[in-house]
């Protein structure tokens, strides 16, 4: 356990369909990512908060919409994505300043 | 284009043999290196990571940086088959916090 969670771990929704993956973190960090995985290709970033405040946004579409309420809780809120949006999405978290960063066990999507 | 550049393998040794993963980036500016070891199924974990010239040594892992030839790689001296998995080379380009560039991974398989 590296003191990342995230749920749920698997989801299945149909492409007009509205959810949301949630992350949390119990190491004392305050900085949170959201990360891409998809087969044969490496982790993509798609979203940074540092202190609460975003920090980088590497062009997602706007189908995916991360939410930081405070350092220690993540979302990403999903609504009409595409077959090829099915991945594993990790959560990651850091010391702010730091560069280690802790993954959680992801959620698998499958988006039909 | 930042990029990190990883032999996909897969890497097969015996057990008990010295495994050699390597790494490969493009930009000369980076500073900071890390491995993350990911089994199937399962989200990475961070192993090791190296910001100086040279070798850093945990146990049976060795992580050496050589700055000027832009490579980075990792050892894993005694190999066991629980270190069956796929190693991922992240690179920090700087900038803003956290943003780490993955490659694909190697897939290393450790023969009884």
């Known amino acids: 356990e590296t003191g990342v969670t995230q749920t749920p771990r698997h989801l299945v929704m149909g492409m007009t369909n509205k959810k949301s993956l949630k992350c949390e973190q119990h190491?004392?960090?305050?900085?949170m990512y959201w990360y891409k995985q998809s087969a044969k290709k490496p982790l993509e970033l798609m979203f940074v908060y540092s202190l609460e405040e975003r920090v980088e946004n590497n062009s997602v579409p706007s189908r995916f919409s991360p939410e930081c309420p405070n350092s220690s809780h993540l979302f990403l809120h999903l609504h009409t994505l595409q077959p090829e949006d099915s991945a594993l999405y990790l959560c990651?978290?850091?010391?702010?300043?730091?560069?280690?960063?802790?993954f959680g066990p992801g959620t698998r999507l499958t988006v039909t | 284009q930042k990029e990190v550049e990883q032999n996909s393998g897969p890497l097969s040794v015996p057990e008990g043999a010295i495994a050699s993963l390597n790494c490969t980036y493009s930009d000369r500016g980076s500073q900071s290196f890390f491995w993350y070891r990911q089994y199937s199924g399962k989200s990475p974990e961070l192993i090791m990571f190296i910001y100086s010239n040279g070798d850093k040594e945990d146990g049976r892992f060795t992580a050496q940086l050589n700055k000027a030839s832009q490579y980075v790689s990792l050892l894993i001296r005694d190999s066991q088959p629980s270190d069956s998995a796929t190693y991922l080379c992240?690179?920090?380009?700087?900038?803003?916090?956290?943003?780490?560039?993955f490659g694909k991974g190697t897939k290393l398989s450790v023969k009884p």
């Open positions: 990651a978290s850091s010391q702010e300043g730091a560069l280690e960063q802790y």
């Open positions: 992240a690179v920090d380009y700087g900038g803003s916090q956290g943003n780490l560039i």
């Open positions: 190491l004392g960090h305050n900085a």
